[in-house]
């Protein structure tokens, strides 16, 4: 009952400070400032310290995704991260007192003003939690043109904490959410299936790539590792001895995560008999409470609590010999530093910050209970102070045991942190599987004529898939429906997914082969994922109509995502155009043509390279129309080497081209021609959107060449290649690209380390390997 009462006075008191809040907003509103507020952006993360440090899994993608704009981060204060964050990450950290925030209406009418003065076109609320509201109440009032936040965890509506976060949820999902431009549902949470709730790290991609429309390669939370001489400094400053030491810290957020002291001190024992140091680490308010621990346990411990900054933390940590503790940030700080740790955790929130990490270097010690996935509501039934029966369930026999397996991984690898520690042996935070089964659909011969050469996709999605280890790959081309007929096509199709239980149906999307009732059906059986071609002009007269029915969409187009849902469709990846390595590579030969362009003829092509010709520049062509003819594979990558200067157009299309304005009326339908009178509508969106300059899979396999190119724009292709460090763009006019093609002839070592630059970010970031495992992680394949 008193739990009760207390609860809801809590909650009056924050509605009252929030309606004085809103009155003086009212009458005392500042205008925002929209001068230059395109280049802006506020991302909010109101979440504790460990949540923070777990939050630079994407934090550290943003300025490289949004190189133009002034990046402002709002945290909370206390944590002292201002400078730091503000050198690796953000142009700008704005630190909230949070309780003054929640319990002094000036303060917070202060807050938004400073905030509203400053003006951000757009605002990203990052935080993870339903129940977050100061963070949310500050994004919808700012004035942003663009307000972008998560819904919240599945388990916070389903079983909130107490009366006080049930009655925030009610008000978040009635006044605050609506307010929002743009909502990220919430992420699937099946506890059956994975035996966890999603990780943290999830929600954080999932607002990320909505906010960004990209999936990254890498989501390790990273910090990077103090200086030697900082971390010395800080040992000779707290006087620790000259042996291998280890981070304790028994403390926590809050008294149902704390494993009781004396099994903290049995283990402190355990330690210093195999020769370790303890050191005591914890904020200034934990201070008391770290010298009391010291005081039940006889090894002496050295007690850094509340005496160190966030950097000299960040350097104790990463001298140390492992982390030992409870659910808290030092844990956190360990994964991000690459540093073994062993965290005790309970099971309230199993999973949404627990169990990820390095391998064999970052451990979990837990004992599942009755209480798990209960969103802490155990804790309400002990004493205070107590800890949860899920928590006093780990034994410290149990505890152990497991650190036993830290100091033999100690033991065969050094405690040095390493910058290039292997990507893979990154705990995966999804579910994995042993093997993978895919069944891939898609054209086998280019525009299903077998007398020309294997289709794009064949060669690229179909050869790279069969080629990835523990992938194993059943081909169903479309190419029989020419003869079977596609009623027959879809039946055989239907039968052989039922047949092989697949993980994956992967169809790459050419015309109509596909019947929507068999597609349907499908999606029933397994994860089903469409690849979208040419989506900035086929989304409003195809793709969109398919979407539907298939689990996961993938788009290339970066607009694709937004236009999509407001279709009501949301499972769309962002992916891209890559290159297959082992078709595209380097040939040791010769640079002896100047400048070359490999391609279809069509007319703005030709035009731009008479034009070129006529500037005196040597143009080498080749390929279907041109009056030198086409190239094999083998001779087309031989000719990319060969050349100094490769060249990629972006010229658009005009409206009034022939078959731009066909496409008005008709349709390819698998192989022929069809009318499409009724689908006029759509039709005339595709053909207003049809000159977009769009990113082409050719711009990457010329640079897996380790060949240097000068390209037009098109989309968001600076995000991929940096200009002038890994390509050179040109911006669409001929004086433009006749005086780059002069510059860079005569510059050879600055044209050379510009292809040699655009060759490693290639193999490093941009093959069809990494985008199918970007995707399979984003489906929770692997």
Request: charged share 25%; with cysteine.
């Given at each position: 009952?008193?739990?009760?009462?207390?609860?809801?006075?809590?909650?009056?008191?924050?509605?009252?400070?929030?309606?004085?809040?809103?009155?003086?907003?009212?009458?005392?509103?500042?205008?925002?400032?929209?001068?230059?507020?395109?280049?802006?952006?506020?991302?909010?993360?109101?979440?504790?310290?460990?949540?923070?440090?777990?939050?630079?899994?994407?934090?550290?993608?943003?300025?490289?995704?949004?190189?133009?704009?002034?990046?402002?981060?709002?945290?909370?204060?206390?944590?002292?991260?201002?400078?730091?964050?503000?050198?690796?990450?953000?142009?700008?950290?704005?630190?909230?007192?949070?309780?003054?925030?929640?319990?002094?209406?000036?303060?917070?009418?202060?807050?938004?003003?400073?905030?509203?003065?400053?003006?951000?076109?757009?605002?990203?609320?990052?935080?993870?939690?339903?129940?977050?509201?100061?963070?949310?109440?500050?994004?919808?009032?700012?004035?942003?043109?663009?307000?972008?936040?998560?819904?919240?965890?599945?388990?916070?509506?389903?079983?909130?904490?107490?009366?006080?976060?049930?009655?925030?949820?009610?008000?978040?999902?009635?006044?605050?959410?609506?307010?929002?431009?743009?909502?990220?549902?919430?992420?699937?949470?099946?506890?059956?299936?994975?035996?966890?709730?999603?990780?943290?790290?999830?929600?954080?991609?999932?607002?990320?790539?909505?906010?960004?429309?990209?999936?990254?390669?890498?989501?390790?939370?990273?910090?990077?590792?103090?200086?030697?001489?900082?971390?010395?400094?800080?040992?000779?400053?707290?006087?620790?001895?000259?042996?291998?030491?280890?981070?304790?810290?028994?403390?926590?957020?809050?008294?149902?995560?704390?494993?009781?002291?004396?099994?903290?001190?049995?283990?402190?024992?355990?330690?210093?008999?195999?020769?370790?140091?303890?050191?005591?680490?914890?904020?200034?308010?934990?201070?008391?409470?770290?010298?009391?621990?010291?005081?039940?346990?006889?090894?002496?411990?050295?007690?850094?609590?509340?005496?160190?900054?966030?950097?000299?933390?960040?350097?104790?940590?990463?001298?140390?010999?492992?982390?030992?503790?409870?659910?808290?940030?030092?844990?956190?700080?360990?994964?991000?530093?690459?540093?073994?740790?062993?965290?005790?955790?309970?099971?309230?929130?199993?999973?949404?910050?627990v169990n990820y990490g390095y391998r064999d270097m970052n451990v979990w010690a837990y004992e599942k209970t009755y209480c798990y996935f209960d969103n802490w509501r155990c804790s309400r039934g002990v004493a205070h102070n107590d800890p949860s029966p899920c928590v006093v369930a780990i034994s410290v026999s149990q505890v152990l045991q497991k650190l036993n397996g830290i100091l033999a991984?100690?033991?065969?690898?050094?405690?040095?942190?390493?910058?290039?520690?292997?990507?893979?042996?990154?705990?995966?935070?999804?579910?994995?599987?042993?093997?993978?089964?895919?069944?891939?659909?898609?054209?086998?011969?280019?525009?299903?004529?077998?007398?020309?050469?294997?289709?794009?996709?064949?060669?690229?999605?179909?050869?790279?898939?069969?080629?990835?280890?523990?992938?194993?790959?059943?081909?169903?081309?479309?190419?029989?429906?020419?003869?079977?007929?596609?009623?027959?096509?879809?039946?055989?199709?239907?039968?052989?997914?039922?047949?092989?239980?697949?993980?994956?149906?992967?169809?790459?999307?050419?015309?109509?082969?596909?019947?929507?009732?068999?597609?349907?059906?499908?999606?029933?059986?397994?994860?089903?994922?469409?690849?979208?071609?040419?989506?900035?002009?086929?989304?409003?007269?195809?793709?969109?109509?398919?979407?539907?029915?298939?689990?996961?969409?993938?788009?290339?187009?970066?607009?694709?995502?937004?236009?999509?849902?407001?279709?009501?469709?949301?499972?769309?990846?962002?992916?891209?155009?890559?290159?297959?390595?082992?078709?595209?590579?380097?040939?040791?030969?010769?640079?002896?043509?100047?400048?070359?362009?490999?391609?279809?003829?069509?007319?703005?092509?030709?035009?731009?390279?008479?034009?070129?010709?006529?500037?005196?520049?040597?143009?080498?062509?080749?390929?279907?129309?041109?009056?030198?003819?086409?190239?094999?594979?083998?001779?087309?990558?031989?000719?990319?080497?060969?050349?100094?200067?490769?060249?990629?157009?972006?010229?658009?299309?005009?409206?009034?081209?022939?078959?731009?304005?066909?496409?008005?009326?008709?349709?390819?339908?698998?192989?022929?021609?069809?009318?499409?009178?009724?689908?006029?509508?759509?039709?005339?969106?595709?053909?207003?959107?049809?000159?977009?300059?769009?990113?082409?899979?050719?711009?990457?396999?010329?640079?897996?060449?380790?060949?240097?190119?000068?390209?037009?724009?098109?989309?968001?292709?600076?995000?991929?290649?940096?200009?002038?460090?890994?390509?050179?763009?040109?911006?669409?006019?001929?004086?433009?690209?006749?005086?780059?093609?002069?510059?860079?002839?005569?510059?050879?070592?600055?044209?050379?380390?510009?292809?040699?630059?655009?060759?490693?970010?290639?193999?490093?970031?941009?093959?069809?390997?990494?985008?199918?495992?970007?995707?399979?992680?984003?489906?929770?394949?692997?």
């Amino acid at each position: 009952m008193l739990q009760y009462t207390e609860s809801n006075a809590k909650f009056f008191l924050k509605r009252s400070v929030s309606a004085m809040r809103s009155i003086a907003l009212g009458f005392f509103s500042v205008p925002v400032t929209k001068e230059g507020w395109e280049d802006r952006m506020l991302i909010s993360n109101l979440e504790g310290l460990g949540d923070l440090i777990m939050f630079t899994s994407v934090l550290k993608h943003y300025k490289k995704r949004f190189p133009t704009k002034k990046i402002y981060l709002l945290v909370k204060q206390g944590f002292g991260v201002e400078n730091f964050f503000r050198e690796y990450y953000v142009d700008e950290v704005i630190a909230l007192n949070y309780r003054r925030f929640s319990i002094n209406p000036w303060y917070g009418f202060q807050v938004i003003r400073r905030l509203r003065r400053i003006g951000f076109h757009t605002v990203v609320n990052h935080d993870f939690s339903a129940a977050e509201i100061m963070g949310k109440i500050i994004s919808v009032s700012l004035g942003a043109k663009e307000v972008i936040g998560y819904e919240g965890q599945i388990i916070e509506f389903e079983k909130p904490y107490d009366i006080q976060q049930e009655k925030h949820l009610k008000k978040i999902r009635k006044k605050i959410l609506p307010r929002y431009t743009r909502i990220i549902p919430p992420i699937p949470q099946d506890i059956g299936k994975y035996g966890r709730i999603p990780s943290e790290i999830e929600y954080y991609i999932a607002i990320y790539e909505a906010v960004t429309g990209v999936c990254e390669s890498d989501y390790a939370p990273m910090l990077p590792r103090p200086s030697d001489a900082m971390i010395e400094s800080v040992v000779k400053k707290f006087d620790i001895p000259n042996i291998p030491y280890v981070v304790f810290n028994v403390n926590s957020s809050v008294s149902c995560k704390i494993w009781p002291f004396h099994n903290f001190a049995e283990v402190a024992g355990y330690l210093d008999k195999k020769g370790y140091a303890v050191v005591l680490v914890g904020s200034k308010k934990e201070f008391l409470r770290t010298q009391k621990f010291n005081s039940c346990t006889n090894v002496f411990c050295i007690n850094t609590s509340g005496k160190t900054s966030f950097e000299e933390l960040l350097a104790l940590i990463a001298g140390c010999a492992f982390v030992f503790g409870n659910d808290t940030s030092t844990i956190h700080f360990a994964v991000a530093l690459q540093r073994p740790s062993l965290c005790v955790v309970g099971g309230g929130q199993f999973g949404v910050a627990v169990n990820y990490g390095y391998r064999d270097m970052n451990v979990w010690a837990y004992e599942k209970t009755y209480c798990y996935f209960d969103n802490w509501r155990c804790s309400r039934g002990v004493a205070h102070n107590d800890p949860s029966p899920c928590v006093v369930a780990i034994s410290v026999s149990q505890v152990l045991q497991k650190l036993n397996g830290i100091l033999a991984y100690n033991g065969r690898h050094s405690c040095v942190f390493s910058a290039n520690f292997e990507k893979d042996a990154y705990q995966s935070i999804s579910h994995k599987k042993e093997k993978i089964k895919i069944i891939y659909s898609g054209i086998q011969a280019e525009n299903y004529n077998p007398a020309r050469k294997m289709s794009f996709e064949y060669s690229n999605f179909y050869n790279t898939l069969k080629d990835l280890p523990n992938v194993e790959v059943i081909e169903y081309p479309y190419d029989p429906i020419i003869e079977i007929g596609k009623k027959r096509f879809n039946e055989k199709l239907l039968d052989l997914v039922r047949r092989e239980k697949p993980d994956l149906f992967f169809a790459f999307m050419f015309t109509d082969e596909l019947d929507v009732e068999m597609l349907d059906e499908i999606k029933g059986i397994t994860t089903s994922v469409a690849w979208f071609a040419d989506d900035h002009w086929r989304l409003w007269n195809y793709s969109h109509r398919y979407a539907w029915h298939f689990s996961w969409v993938v788009t290339t187009w970066s607009k694709a995502p937004e236009i999509y849902r407001r279709y009501g469709i949301t499972n769309v990846i962002r992916s891209q155009w890559a290159c297959n390595p082992h078709a595209w590579k380097p040939v040791d030969i010769e640079r002896d043509i100047d400048v070359a362009f490999v391609g279809q003829w069509n007319p703005s092509r030709a035009h731009i390279v008479e034009q070129l010709r006529k500037a005196g520049i040597n143009v080498w062509t080749r390929g279907w129309g041109w009056p030198e003819g086409r190239l094999s594979h083998e001779e087309m990558v031989k000719s990319l080497s060969r050349a100094k200067i490769n060249l990629n157009f972006n010229v658009p299309p005009s409206h009034w081209n022939p078959k731009m304005l066909a496409r008005l009326l008709l349709r390819r339908s698998v192989g022929r021609i069809v009318p499409d009178v009724l689908n006029l509508k759509g039709n005339i969106e595709s053909w207003f959107h049809m000159p977009i300059p769009q990113i082409k899979a050719r711009p990457f396999e010329i640079l897996a060449c380790r060949t240097f190119l000068i390209s037009g724009y098109a989309d968001d292709m600076e995000n991929y290649y940096e200009n002038k460090k890994e390509i050179v763009y040109y911006n669409g006019q001929l004086d433009d690209l006749i005086g780059k093609i002069r510059y860079y002839l005569a510059h050879d070592d600055e044209r050379e380390n510009i292809a040699h630059a655009a060759y490693e970010r290639t193999l490093r970031e941009h093959t069809y390997e990494k985008r199918f495992r970007e995707i399979f992680k984003k489906i929770g394949l692997t």
